[in-house]
């Protein structure tokens, strides 16, 4: 670890000047990430900035037009252990508890959350080519071990996936990532936060110079009563997802009148195709049409050497968590679902 300094920001400006003083001063929250990038050498810093203490980006409020506003310096867990959440928005609920660990839950922030780097092992070794690490050194994992890499929307430059299983279930719910920056504040379309690698896979998201996350609005629509969040990987616990599925149900006499479906672990960013969405409404809710959606948001998957699999399995796991969605009964925890 490079040495470095510490101050703390008391406020957002503050926090934003700092930052855009130099691209070596580095937002500090949970840490959950930062430190390991740091102790690695992924990255340096001159100065780290914490945030903590900013009060105005932390808890939750509502919103006089319906949904929330919840805090980037909220943890994940107060975030969804927190009534309001687990009611109105189970799907997210689900997703957060379905990451890391309690610890780790309980010091990252969700801020942090949509700010992680990849887990790409190549990423994380300074002694193998890394173009998102060191931009034109090329990249280990297209020809190297790939299990854990994409099959969507990567490009030659890079085929990382994004690890979150939060933001998989934000994007479901089209959620809006609230911003302040040099030039005031503004608001990203939770869909247009994340970006994929193509050319510049240094840049995990559109972010500007000096920006940084104040919090994350939820609208109204929750999806409460339909809904399910489904990871797949190799541990059982505090592993990352291979494939992992949010999908969010609006339902009228076994019709369906809304689909919301997104896949975390096959891309940059979680993935959501329109047209499978649309597909759906006004359908039955079976496991046919499921599955007609599933072909259509894994259409145009190209898979790699160690990772092939998770074409059928992304299919499988869409139309296994569609069902799921359809008896909330098998969302307590501990059930099984009678599938
Ligand atoms: Fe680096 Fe991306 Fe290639 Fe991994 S997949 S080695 S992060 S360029």
Redesign the pocket.
Known sequence: MNNFSYTKANDVKTAVSLTNTSDDNKIIAGGTNIIDLLKYFVTEADTLVDINQISDINGIQELPEGGLRIGALLTNAETAYHPVIEQQYPLLSKAILAGASAQIRNMATNGGNLLQR?R????YDIH??????EPGS?????K?Y?RI??ILG?SE????VFPSDMCVALAALDAVVHISGPDGERKLEFSDFHRL?EDA?EFDNNLKKGEIITGIELPEKGFAENYSYLKLRDRASYSFALVSVATGLALENGKIKEARIALGGVAHKPWRVKEAEDFLVDKDASRENFLQAAEMIVKGAVGFEHNIFKIGLAKKAIVRNCMMALDPKSQRPGAKPSL
């Open positions: 990849t790409c092992y190549y990423f193998t080519p890394c173009n998102k690490r090329g990249c280990s994992a297209i190297g790939n890499h994409a990567h430059n890079c085929i990382a690698p896979p």
